[in-house]
């Protein structure tokens, strides 16, 4: 097992590189399915979760080549619509590929997916909007089957919750279903937009993305293109988060300061500087942080859950009570009971945690529960007093790139302690 020991109290300082964002990555890379012909992506993080989707590429057929973080996919043959359980159940967002293999074949089969295990994630809205383009799935033992007997027609889907992946799968069938989709109710996060612009650039007639309502003209067939990833704007917020809690002066490179906004304008009522200058932010926080005003998750552009847990260390150490309020994923307070081992005080009530502030976080031995909240645990670390141990480290690389080595460059003392390898 790999862990982190971490000696906190240094204040971050320096420049830190933004790396491309995992959340449009992968569903990019799924696309390339459909998109017939060699696709190069640029700024592709350097991820267990990207690796795993190249894998399922592989197995579909595609020539894969990686070359730091430009990832090329020729999808001019595709040998199967099968995904085999293993390779499903390495991450969550693998349901991707049953719009991108139905929209190339016809049919698909895979197994239901894996992933973070921040709540019970059903995906009946992927499968209620492909059926309305034609699909007929069935469910079996873990299994999905699809075929489209009469081939895939474009229809008016309305979401009853602007799902991501909903809205991606819709996105990625429906460019080559016959006829005009109108998606109602779609997800408006950036990585959806950054989706429709590589899908326009591969032959499909997408407009709206970004919107409440998608236009969705299908064409017969879509060409490979050459693309560049939004940066990761959680990625983003994790190093604000973590220049805020070590009393840090940090600058970002790679970011689009537009889609963090919820996170600056929370991080400078609790008294941090932040300044924006095209695609670069400094942060710089040289007072003890303020409580904030009540931290609501929310589809985009509201507060983003995935930054929900990293805000929750900054509360932590908050001068002052802050309210957080989970509304997207029913289970993701998992960071709570790990951040109270720091001596953090936080009450939680359903979907609501009250976090009292505390004068300083003392050192910890914790696991990181799942993605986001393990990269919270890291930032409790750097800010504590004394030798912090974070295990499981399997989550958090799943969405950092160089985490360690990034967080190093910056000044914080964090060392990654890998396995022993014993015989037999
Ligand atoms: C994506 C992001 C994830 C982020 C989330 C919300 C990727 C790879 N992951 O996940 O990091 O936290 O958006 O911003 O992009 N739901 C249903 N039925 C469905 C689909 C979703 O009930 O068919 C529910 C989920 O259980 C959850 C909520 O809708 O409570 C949000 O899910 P969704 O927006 O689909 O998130 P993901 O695409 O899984």
Same mark, same amino acid.
């Given at each position: 097992m790999n862990e982190y020991r971490i000696a906190g109290g240094r204040r971050l300082q320096g420049t830190v590189h933004v790396q491309g964002a995992k959340n449009s990555a992968l569903p990019i890379l799924a696309a390339c399915v459909v998109c017939r012909g060699v696709n190069v992506i640029h700024n592709c993080p350097q991820l267990s979760d990207i690796d795993a989707t190249i894998n399922i590429l592989r197995h579909l057929g595609c020539k894969v080549k990686v070359e730091a973080n430009t990832v090329t996919v020729d999808s001019t043959d595709i040998v199967t619509d099968h995904v085999p359980d293993h390779l499903m159940q390495e991450m969550r967002s693998s349901v991707i590929f049953l719009g991108a293999i139905a929209a190339r074949t016809g049919n698909a089969s895979l197994s239901l997916p894996g992933g973070c295990e921040i709540g019970l994630r059903p995906i009946d809205l992927h499968l209620d909007a492909l059926r309305k383009l034609g699909a007929q799935i069935t469910e079996e033992g873990g299994h999905i089957y699809l075929d489209c007997p009469q081939g895939l027609q474009?229809?008016?889907?309305?979401?009853?919750?602007? $799902?991501?992946?909903?809205?991606?799968?819709?996105?990625?069938?429906?460019?080559?279903?016959k006829g005009t989709?109108?998606?109602?109710?779609?997800?408006?996060?950036?990585?959806?937009?950054? &989706?429709?612009?590589? &899908?326009?650039?591969?032959?499909?007639?997408?407009?709206?993305a970004g919107e409440g309502i998608i236009t969705i003209e299908g064409v017969s067939s879509l060409h490979g293109a050459e693309h560049i990833v939004i940066p990761d704007r959680i990625v983003a917020a994790t190093y604000m988060i973590a220049a805020a809690v070590t009393h840090g002066d940090v600058i970002l490179q790679n970011v689009i300061p537009a889609h963090i906004g919820p996170v600056t304008a929370l991080l400078q009522e609790s008294g941090c500087d932040i300044a924006v200058k095209e695609k670069k932010l400094r942060i710089t926080a040289t007072e003890k942080l303020r409580a904030m005003s009540t931290i609501r998750t929310m589809p985009y552009p509201g507060f983003p859950t995935d930054a929900q847990a990293l805000m929750m260390t900054a509360c932590s150490v908050a001068n002052g009570t802050s309210v957080v309020i989970e509304t997207i994923f029913e289970s993701r307070f998992r960071h709570v009971p790990e951040l109270c081992r720091f001596g953090a005080d936080i009450l939680v009530d359903g979907r609501i945690a009250v976090v009292k502030g505390v004068s300083q976080l003392l050192a910890a031995n914790v696991a990181?529960?799942?993605?986001?909240?393990?990269?919270?645990?890291?930032?409790?670390?750097?800010?504590?007093?004394?030798?912090?141990?974070?295990?499981?480290?399997?989550?958090?690389?799943?969405?950092?790139?160089?985490?360690? $080595?990034?967080?190093?460059?910056?000044?914080?003392?964090?060392?990654?302690?890998?396995?022993?390898?014993?015989?037999?």
């Open positions: 474009g229809n008016v889907i309305s979401l009853s919750f602007p $799902s991501v992946g909903a809205t991606e799968n819709v996105l990625i069938t429906a460019c080559v279903a989709t109108t998606l109602v109710n779609a997800a408006r996060e950036p990585e959806i937009s950054d &989706l429709a612009d590589f &899908l326009n650039r591969c032959g499909a007639r997408i407009s709206g990181a529960p799942d993605l986001r909240g393990g990269a919270a645990l890291v930032l409790a670390g750097l800010a504590a007093e004394g030798q912090t141990v974070v295990r499981e480290l399997q989550h958090i690389d799943r969405g950092y790139e160089a985490f360690e $080595s990034r967080l190093c460059n910056l000044g914080a003392d964090i060392r990654r302690i890998e396995d022993e390898k014993t015989d037999g």
